[in-house]
């Protein structure tokens, strides 16, 4: 993804670390989405499950905060 941001499959979600500007330099966030179906492609139904409360400093510390949720 553009600046430095991710998608990852993993199991039944979809863990997503995003970028936006913040003076701080914690500019990344984490989304969680979930499929719905058993179709687990690009076409696959998904919701929206979680979005991080705290930004972070770089992506890899986005992606560990979704990988540790429920």
């Known amino acids: 993804m553009h600046n430095g ?3 990852i499959s993993f199991g039944d979600r ?3 670390a995003g970028y936006y500007y913040q003076p701080n ?4 966030y984490a989304a969680i989405y ?3 179906t058993a179709d687990h492609t690009i076409e696959g139904k998904v919701e929206l499950v979680k979005i991080s409360d705290e930004s972070f400093i770089d992506n890899g510390h986005a992606i560990a905060w979704a990988m540790k949720q429920k």
């Open 25 to 28: 330099g914690e500019c990344y």
């Open 34 to 36: 979930r499929f719905t």
């Open 5 to 7: 941001g991710v998608v």
């Open 14 to 16: 979809i863990l997503i």
